[in-house]
């Protein structure tokens, strides 16, 4: 590709929303650009690293025997009132009708339809097991999308799903793609702990998060020094979590006239013992007639799927709104201090516009959001996500501590079991001609996700590290001069002679100067950048490693081994 045609508009502006490096350098480089809220376009450089990534993957797929399809992306909501899930899934569910006034959503994932396919049509044991996967484009309102590719609304997942006829084979499976789910990340160069999760809403047991490492991570997890144990703080915490305290009548008197001024004392008023400890309290009302569910957000409860599925009808995260969006849906800005003078809000219901006298909070240190008429409940009923995890505790599985750090969510992997095959009525015929219902795994891997996640792991100052694996390009042919024809002609032919090779390579034929080009490579990041310059009197040429970021004199037969 020559840089004078090719459309990358790189510029030195990042939008003004962008906090993390990869929302900055993928906008600056010229990758990606921005509709609206969660929306991006994916300009030709973004286009080539996605590709590199879903090449792994279905590489990596094909290999343990994991067979692609395509499903619509347009979801007849009917099948997700068989399974019941769009009752649960709440407003990151977009629904439209079409012209017949039929129900559809865009598909936030693709259990139902996947399911529908295979339904009916493997009929019996010995077409067993199957495992279908796809890459393929999910829509979900996100709350707050941010952060670039990081959490879009719209993005590209890949989303497979196993059937089989045993739990043991299921579980056969579920290491199968673990294994190579590794191996994926591994070839993206990047550094991982696979993690024991949350199974959120999607149901099921044994539920493991792909974790990349990195401090602007939205998930805090909890990782052994010695051994590759890893969980989600969530996750953790629950597997403490057998014996969910009753709250006694006097913690909940107390409540009345609580005075709490920091996440601390609120801990203390809880009576648990430590930051992590206070995730989300949620407390049961009776309204009416209707069980609902009252909760208290905390920073950092990011566990919304969970409160959703102890049967509140929705549930909105706040943790992290400002006062314009609480304001928005009703919520008055609260303070410390007698909650009988805070007006009651809501925070749940399908319609917060309808919603009755409902209650919540929202809680951040020394800074209070709550609405709360205390008068409308009952009894306490959870305390919820009661951690006993702490920095330092020891590993479960050997004898090393176990310390905290920030993940990103790239891969999640669910033993579904038999949730949506008995919902759907999915059924195979047994070795004694009985109908059985599929027993299930499903594999999401967030690849826009990845995309955001190698440069999260991978950047300097100056912009972006591609390695081989993900690199739009590999070599940058970087003419110095080009008015100089001896330049231009070593240029070419080096360009030429590379891309004949099979080298992913760019030619920087730009009149611009050439410290306004270097910058420009360094913002892209591509691995090797071959200057052809001055040097060239002495039969050189430099090699710029992007990584190391040291220029290397080689003689220009030379170029090919050092680059390949
Ligand atoms: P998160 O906790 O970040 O909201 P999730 O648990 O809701 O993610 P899953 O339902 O497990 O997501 O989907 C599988 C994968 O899809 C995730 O592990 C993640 O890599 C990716 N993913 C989910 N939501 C988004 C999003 N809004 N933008 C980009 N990738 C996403
Ligand atoms: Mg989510
Ligand atoms: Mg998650
Ligand atoms: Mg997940």
């Given at each position: 590709?020559?840089?004078?045609?090719?459309?990358?508009p790189?510029?030195?502006?990042a939008?003004?929303?962008?906090?993390?490096?990869?929302?900055i350098?993928?906008?600056?480089?010229g990758?990606i650009?921005?509709?609206?809220?969660?929306?991006?376009?994916y300009?030709p450089?973004a286009?080539?690293?996605?590709?590199k990534?879903?090449?792994i993957?279905?590489e990596?797929?094909?290999?343990?025997?994991?067979?692609?399809?395509?499903?619509?992306?347009?979801?007849?909501?009917?099948l997700?009132e068989?399974s019941?899930?769009?009752e649960?899934?709440?407003?990151?569910?977009?629904?439209f009708?079409?012209?017949?006034?039929n129900?559809?959503?865009l598909g936030?994932?693709?259990?139902?339809?996947?399911?529908?396919?295979?339904?009916?049509?493997?009929t019996?044991?010995?077409?067993?097991?199957?495992?279908?996967?796809?890459?393929?484009?999910k829509?979900r309102?996100?709350?707050?999308?941010?952060?670039?590719?990081?959490?879009?609304?719209?993005?590209?997942m890949?989303?497979?799903?196993?059937?089989?006829?045993?739990?043991?084979?299921?579980?056969?499976?579920?290491?199968?793609?673990?294994?190579?789910?590794k191996?994926?990340?591994t070839?993206?160069?990047?550094?991982?702990?696979?993690?024991?999760?949350?199974?959120?809403?999607?149901?099921?047991s044994?539920?493991?998060?792909?974790?990349?490492?990195?401090?602007?991570g939205?998930d805090?997890?909890?990782i052994?020094?010695?051994?590759?144990?890893?969980?989600?703080?969530?996750?953790?915490?629950?597997?403490?979590?057998?014996?969910?305290p009753e709250?006694?009548?006097?913690?909940f008197?107390?409540?009345?006239?609580?005075?709490i001024?920091?996440?601390?004392e609120?801990?203390?008023?809880f009576?648990?013992?430590?930051?992590?400890?206070?995730?989300?309290?949620?407390?049961?009302?009776?309204y009416?007639?209707?069980?609902e569910?009252?909760?208290?957000?905390?920073?950092?409860?990011?566990?919304?799927?969970?409160?959703?599925?102890?049967?509140?009808?929705?549930?909105l995260?706040?943790?992290?709104?400002?006062e314009e969006?609480?304001?928005?849906i009703?919520?008055?800005?609260?303070?410390?201090?007698?909650l009988?003078?805070l007006?009651?809000?809501?925070?749940?219901?399908?319609?917060?516009?309808?919603?009755?006298?409902?209650?919540?909070?929202?809680?951040?240190?020394?800074?209070?959001?709550?609405?709360v008429?205390?008068?409308?409940?009952?009894e306490?009923?959870?305390?919820?996500?009661?951690?006993?995890?702490?920095?330092?505790d020891?590993?479960?599985?050997?004898?090393?501590?176990?310390?905290?750090?920030?993940?990103?969510?790239?891969?999640?992997?669910?033993?579904?079991?038999t949730?949506?095959?008995?919902?759907?009525?999915?059924e195979y015929?047994?070795?004694?001609?009985?109908?059985?219902?599929?027993?299930?795994?499903t594999?999401?891997?967030?690849?826009?996700?990845?995309?955001?996640?190698v440069v999260?792991q991978?950047h300097d100052?100056?912009g972006?590290?591609?390695?081989k694996?993900?690199?739009?390009?590999?070599?940058?042919?970087?003419v110095?001069?080009?008015?100089?024809e001896?330049?231009?002609?070593?240029?070419?032919?080096?360009?030429?002679?590379?891309?004949?090779s099979g080298?992913?390579?760019?030619?920087?034929?730009?009149?611009?100067r050439?410290?306004?080009?270097?910058?420009?490579?360094?913002?892209?990041?591509?691995?090797?950048?071959?200057?052809?310059?001055k040097?060239?009197?002495?039969?050189?040429?430099?090699?710029?490693?992007?990584?190391?970021?040291?220029?290397?004199?080689?003689?220009?037969?030379?170029?090919f081994?050092?680059?390949m």
């Open positions: 590709m020559r840089r004078s045609k090719a459309f990358i790189t510029s030195k502006e939008p003004s929303d962008a906090q993390l490096a990869s929302h350098f993928l906008s600056r480089g990758f650009s921005q509709n609206a809220s969660g929306l991006y376009n300009m450089l286009k080539r690293v996605m590709k990534i879903e090449n993957i279905h990596e797929m094909h290999k343990v025997g994991a067979q692609e399809v395509e499903l619509s992306f347009v979801t007849p909501a009917a997700w068989e019941g899930r769009i649960k899934f709440g407003k990151e569910l977009l629904r009708k079409d012209r017949k006034e129900l559809f959503l936030p994932t693709h259990e139902e339809m996947m399911v529908d396919m295979v339904r009916n049509r493997v019996s044991y010995k077409n067993l097991p199957l495992n279908l996967y796809q890459i393929k484009t829509f309102d996100e709350a707050r999308p941010r952060f670039g590719l990081m959490r879009g609304r719209e993005f590209t890949k989303d497979g799903y196993s059937f089989h006829s045993s739990d043991e084979d299921l579980n056969r499976e579920f290491e199968t793609i673990e294994a190579a789910y191996k994926i990340l070839r993206l160069g990047l550094d991982y702990r696979v993690v024991e999760a949350d199974s959120g809403a999607i149901g099921g044994g539920s493991k998060e792909l974790m990349v490492i990195a401090d602007s939205e805090t997890i909890a052994c020094s010695e051994c590759e144990y890893g969980a989600n703080i969530e996750a953790a915490s629950r597997s403490s979590r057998t014996n969910i709250a006694p009548e006097a913690e008197n107390k409540f009345q006239t609580p005075n001024k920091s996440i601390d609120l801990s203390e008023f009576k648990i013992d430590s930051y992590y400890t206070i995730k989300c309290v949620a407390k049961k009302l009776i009416e007639d209707s069980e569910i009252v909760l208290f957000f905390l920073r950092g409860c990011d566990n919304l799927q969970e409160v959703k599925a102890l049967n509140a009808t929705e549930a995260d706040i943790t992290d709104a400002s969006e609480l304001k928005s009703g919520l008055t800005p609260g303070f410390i201090g007698p009988d003078q007006k009651a809000k809501h925070v749940i219901d399908s319609d917060l516009k309808a919603a009755k006298n409902m209650i919540c909070g929202a809680n951040e240190l020394d800074y209070h959001f709550v609405g008429d205390l008068s409308v409940i009952d306490v009923a959870y305390y919820f996500d009661i951690a006993e995890v702490n920095e330092g020891g590993c479960p599985c050997c004898d090393g501590k176990l310390s905290f750090t920030k993940g990103i969510e790239v891969g999640h992997i669910f033993k579904l079991g949730t949506y095959s008995k919902a759907l009525k999915a015929l047994d070795e004694n001609g009985k109908a059985q219902p599929f027993i299930m795994g594999y999401g891997m967030g690849v826009s996700r990845l995309v955001a996640s999260e991978h100052e100056n972006c590290i591609w390695s694996a993900t690199a739009p390009y590999m070599v940058n042919v970087m110095s001069n080009i008015k100089d001896e330049q231009m002609r070593v240029g070419e032919e080096l360009y030429s002679k590379l891309q004949e080298v992913e390579v760019m030619i920087d034929d730009r009149k611009d050439f410290g306004f080009k270097m910058k420009d490579a360094e913002l892209i990041g591509f691995p090797y950048t071959v200057i052809v310059g040097e060239l009197a002495n039969g050189q040429v430099q090699i710029y490693d992007r990584k190391t970021t040291e220029k290397t004199a080689a003689n220009i037969d030379e170029v081994a050092k680059v």
